[in-house]
């Protein structure tokens, strides 16, 4: 069945260090690819997406783009801020009945 | 303004009492759903519902039940019958489409006594 996986582990990064968070994903079809950010204490809040191939989805100076020969969604930024610090999540849809299959999330830390 | 609130933000839970949480959204959405949040577990699916008046069970809804009776509200009540209840409770709503996204709520810290 349709499924998303996140790297292992949080990752720790200075301040205006380059950031990546790798997320695969299994699936048939073409499903569409969602990145999700948690902030301390909050709901989570819709990052960016890209619901077909070769698709860019960009926010706040995040960028991910849906690479179907290599079934993955990586999350990059530039030059991180210490406000990036947050949990992010992949996400696919659709999974199972029309649900949304999340990854494990990763925290990113930024140190300043 | 528009989006889905969920009370309280904190809650306690006795031993052997029934707990209701509250979500509420304005947003017009037909579906709605209730995740759970363990730390490093991600977000597990506890039910959701498509339409008012009906509702499915999602990945771990043992202990757990849930209602539809208004297309704005979908309040979670987490039973005695769910021995582990400590956790993040996030409420979340989305049109009912192929491209869905899904709106979430600030959550729910329930905490057991």
């Known amino acids: 069945g349709n499924s998303v996986t996140q790297m292992e582990g949080p990752v720790t990064l200075s301040e205006e260090a380059f950031l990546t968070i790798n997320c695969t994903y299994t699936a048939t079809g073409y499903p569409s690819l969602f990145w999700y950010v948690q902030y301390p204490g909050e709901g989570l809040q819709l990052l960016l997406k890209a619901t077909k191939a070769d698709d860019k989805g960009s926010n706040k100076g995040f960028e991910a783009t849906y690479r179907k020969e290599t079934t993955s969604f990586h999350l990059e930024k530039g030059s991180v801020q210490v406000s990036d610090s947050a949990v992010y999540f992949c996400?696919?849809?659709?999974?199972?009945?029309?649900?949304?299959?999340f990854g494990k999330g990763n925290q990113v830390v930024v140190i300043p | 303004d528009g989006g889905i609130t969920q009370s309280p933000k904190y809650l306690f839970r006795k031993e052997g009492q029934n707990v209701t949480l509250s979500c509420e959204q304005n947003?017009?959405?037909?579906?709605m759903y209730w995740y759970r949040q363990d730390p490093g577990q991600g977000l597990r699916l506890i039910y959701y519902s498509q339409i008012v008046n009906d509702f499915q069970k999602g990945d771990i809804a043992e202990g757990y039940s849930v209602s539809r009776e208004k297309k704005e509200s979908f309040p979670l009540t987490v039973t005695s019958a769910q021995k582990n209840p400590t956790a993040f409770y996030l409420c979340a709503s989305s049109i009912w489409r192929a491209e869905e996204t899904q709106y979430f709520g600030p959550g729910t810290r329930l905490l057991v006594l």
């Open positions: 947003l017009n959405h037909d579906a």
């Open positions: 996400a696919l849809f659709p999974y199972g009945n029309n649900r949304l299959a």
